[in-house]
């Protein structure tokens, strides 16, 4: 499946190619959302919240899936009063506060089951997952990543596509595996790399094109459109 997406100024059109049909996906997926009856979905980040901001805006014209809680891993963080101006429940629950990484996440898991959670996006959350965590919301929990995968994965993606003299560079949005940036590719979205790039306004252009394509990459996975074997 493609879609056409319009870009801001300076962006050129390009196509993002939707999770195509001879992916074969092993893990359940969740059930498909409607406008009536929307895909619960709880937001993960760390930091502004940016990418979580885009999503509530475009899920406030009335879509197939709700952001029902924004939980940030770190507290004080500005996605915190943007999630709650909203209307969202936003939560604080610090890693800092756990001496193992599992009994964060056991935590984690525990405000999500009591939300009634049915996936999970990633938006800016710089955390790893444990296998633990990740096995138990396989086909669940999406991730955005700033660089056209398999490239360039791990938390340098721009200074990396820089250094390598990339002339195009993107975002990837995947599901989550126990790999690092490594799990199937849902969609990507791409823009060109220009002569007088630097990482930060490399990251300022990768992300306009990521507010863009996540929520209609999240549109197409609330709807149905993957299928398992």
């Known amino acids: 499946m493609m879609i056409g997406v319009r870009y801001g100024k300076g962006l050129r059109r390009t196509h993002h190619h939707l999770s195509p049909a001879h992916v074969r996906m092993t893990f359940q997926l969740p059930r498909v959302g409607s406008k009536t009856d929307p895909l619960r979905l709880a937001v993960l980040i760390s930091g502004s919240g940016s990418g979580m901001a885009a999503l509530l805006r475009y899920q406030s014209k009335g879509v197939c899936h709700t952001t029902s809680i924004v939980i940030s891993n770190v507290e004080g963080v500005a996605g915190l009063s943007k999630a709650q101006a909203a209307g969202v429940e936003a939560v604080a629950l610090p890693h800092t506060d756990y001496e193992q990484r599992i009994d ?11 939300s009634n959670i049915e996936a999970i996006i990633l938006s800016g959350y710089m955390r790893l997952l444990t296998p633990w965590f990740v096995e138990k919301w396989k086909g669940r929990l999406i991730n955005i990543h700033p660089s056209l995968l398999p490239l360039f994965p791990g938390a340098h993606a721009h200074r990396d596509a820089l250094a390598a003299g990339a002339t195009i560079s993107g975002c990837t949005v995947h599901f989550v595996d126990t790999g690092v940036d490594n799990g199937e590719i849902i969609a990507q979205g791409e823009i060109p790399v220009l002569s007088g790039d630097d990482i930060e306004s490399l990251q300022a252009r990768v992300k306009m094109v990521e507010h863009i394509l996540y929520p209609q990459a999240i549109d197409a996975f609330a709807e149905g459109e993957f299928k398992t074997d």
């Open 104 to 114: 964060h996440e056991k935590e984690l898991d525990a405000l999500l089951q009591e």
